[in-house]
């Protein structure tokens, strides 16, 4: 049984078992540090507690786990007590040292599935998005010519023009929602957040709701052309966290590119995580 936060310092695991074998008892992370450090309090009931630990130190290879376990054969034994275990003290590598290394294992496979990008300076984190009223136009565009912000512009000029022919006023920054892709062409809605969408629509504007759910949010930093590597690492790090990619992923333009160089426009890159999805339109 789980408890606690889903990782980090309080994690908790409790197990019921065979006493012959594993017992009952409970550990605990009482200690992370990121990519070197897991220290963990075990308490096997009558039998004692006890401290484990993960050691992680980069090596030429990849990167070197040290799995320890440490605990005291003689508190509260008596001198008697305390010299029969030192005694069985000289055992206890060969009970416990090959689960150390079953386990071990069991982790280098574990992660050579993994993906190989570095996702360690990622700005992600799981949220829960609420939609926002939009005004949007479906359309699309082709990767090898680069021409999706020219789709957008022009997208985002019409959607701006109908807005002040009826007198809507914007709510929040740009968005594009992605549909649809492949080698080729991109299919996404140019969408801009509104005060009100009980308006009569025309020409390629539309009314609807921007996706809203459990999703996967990155901020990503630098110019909208530096976004692919962003976009590498947050599959990345949803593969490493067995979150299922959704269908629909957006792009929320926080910065206003003509205030700022292209290093410092902020954009938030949402993935819906799949079961999630909410449909706009």
């Known amino acids: 049984r789980f408890s606690g936060p889903s990782a980090g310092v309080g994690a908790r695991m409790e ?39 993960f050691d992680l130190q980069p090596s030429s290879s990849g990167t070197l786990v040290t799995w320890g376990f440490n605990t005291s054969l003689v ?12 005694y069985f003290g000289l055992f206890f590598d060969r009970w416990i040292g090959s689960d150390y290394e079953q386990g071990l294992e069991r982790l280098r496979q574990y992660a050579e599935t993994l993906p190989e990008t570095d996702f360690s300076d990622l700005d992600a ?46 709510t929040a920054q740009p968005m594009a929602i992605t549909r649809g892709w492949d080698a080729r062409d991109y299919s996404f809605e140019a969408a801009i957040p509104v005060s009100s969408t009980d308006v009569r ?52 333009y926080i910065s206003d590119p003509g205030q700022m160089p292209a290093s410092e426009i902020i954009t938030h890159i949402y993935f819906m995580i799949a079961d999630q999805q909410q449909e706009s339109g």
């Open 201 to 252: 629509v025309a020409g390629n504007v539309q009314v609807g709701q921007s996706p809203a759910g459990l999703a996967v949010r990155v901020v990503h930093k630098g110019s909208y052309d530096s976004m692919g590597l962003s976009y590498e690492k947050l599959s990345a790090f949803m593969a490493a966290n067995q979150l299922e990619e959704g269908r629909v992923s957006w792009e929320h």
């Open 15 to 53: 197990w019921t078992g065979d006493p012959r074998q594993v017992g009952n008892g409970w550990q605990e992370i009482i200690e992370s540090k990121p990519y070197s450090l897991v220290r963990m309090q075990l308490d096997f009931e009558h039998q004692g507690k006890a401290t484990s630990y």
């Open 125 to 170: 984190e799981i949220v829960t998005v609420q939609p926002f009223d939009i005004l949007y136009i479906a359309t699309g565009g082709r990767r090898e010519t680069g021409n999706v912000s020219e789709v957008l512009a022009a997208a985002y000029q019409e959607i701006v023009a109908f807005m002040t022919e009826h007198g809507i006023e914007m």
């Open 75 to 86: 508190d509260g034994q008596g001198f008697f007590g305390s010299l029969l275990a030192r």
